[in-house]
């Protein structure tokens, strides 16, 4: 049973561009989750993903999008980067019922220059 | 906006118990109370999870008061690889039944010899 894997592991990205972070959610969960967390902080919920719809946003910009697709994959997308997005990006997947745990990935690292 | 007080840091000798207190006075009727650990910026690594009940698991104990406004995690046997940030969380739900985990800034725990 593989765990929950994320991609690229770095990156670095100019001010203005895009970015799309991947991740792979663990077999059989469903639900994905993506948070940021910025050096020295506790990750920020962003939003989560259930049946490749949005079910919970966290207060982040309309910039910060995301998919989910049929494989219970999901991605994490970001327009016009500023400096302070920055950070450690975590995704987070569970199987869709109430009383589970989340398993997170190993985050992937975005720096904006 | 976190839910939850925890001191920044606690020191452990090697081989005790780790009493690391939180409070989460503000917490709803049907919200969990959630312990991870990060170690170096790695992904977050569940521990725990309960609700009013104390909880115990291969890794540590959970002890929440009856008012529900605050717990304790109990490691029993503290270990040098124990040293990590330690975080306690609320999971909210929204209502389009997605959930989220509140995370606060975190107990730095050292263990040392």
């Known amino acids: 049973e593989t765990g929950v894997t994320q991609s690229p592991t770095h990156l670095i990205k100019t001010r203005g561009q895009q970015v799309t972070l991947r991740c792979s959610s663990q077999?059989?969960?469903?639900?994905v989750s993506w948070y940021q967390q910025a050096l020295g902080q506790g990750p920020q919920f962003i939003f989560q993903?259930?049946?490749?719809?949005?079910?919970g946003r966290g207060n982040f910009p309309p910039r910060f999008s995301g998919l989910q697709f049929p494989n219970y994959s999901s991605e994490l997308n970001v327009n016009a980067l500023e400096l302070d997005d920055s950070a450690l990006y975590l995704c987070?997947?569970?199987?869709?019922?109430?009383?589970?745990?989340?398993?997170f990935g190993q985050g992937t690292r975005l720096t904006v220059v | 906006d976190a839910k939850t007080t925890q001191p920044p840091s606690m020191d452990c000798a090697e081989g005790r118990a780790a009493n690391l207190p939180c409070n989460h006075s503000?917490?709803?009727?049907?919200?969990?109370v959630y312990w991870y650990r990060q170690i170096h910026s790695q992904g977050p690594q569940y521990i725990i999870h309960?609700?009013?009940n104390n909880e115990t698991n291969e890794m540590a104990s959970l002890i929440i008061t009856e008012d529900r406004k605050s717990s304790t995690l109990i490691l029993p046997h503290a270990t040098l690889r124990d040293t990590a940030v330690y975080y306690c969380?609320?999971?909210?739900?929204?209502?389009?039944?997605?959930?989220?985990?509140?995370f606060g800034k975190g107990t730095t725990l050292s263990v040392s010899s």
């Open positions: 309960g609700l009013k």
């Open positions: 987070a997947s569970r199987p869709y019922t109430l009383n589970t745990e989340a398993f």
């Open positions: 993903y259930y049946r490749e719809e949005e079910n």
């Open positions: 969380i609320v999971r909210v739900s929204f209502q389009q039944a997605g959930t989220a985990l509140i």
């Open positions: 077999s059989g969960h469903n639900t």
């Open positions: 503000t917490i709803s009727g049907n919200e969990y």
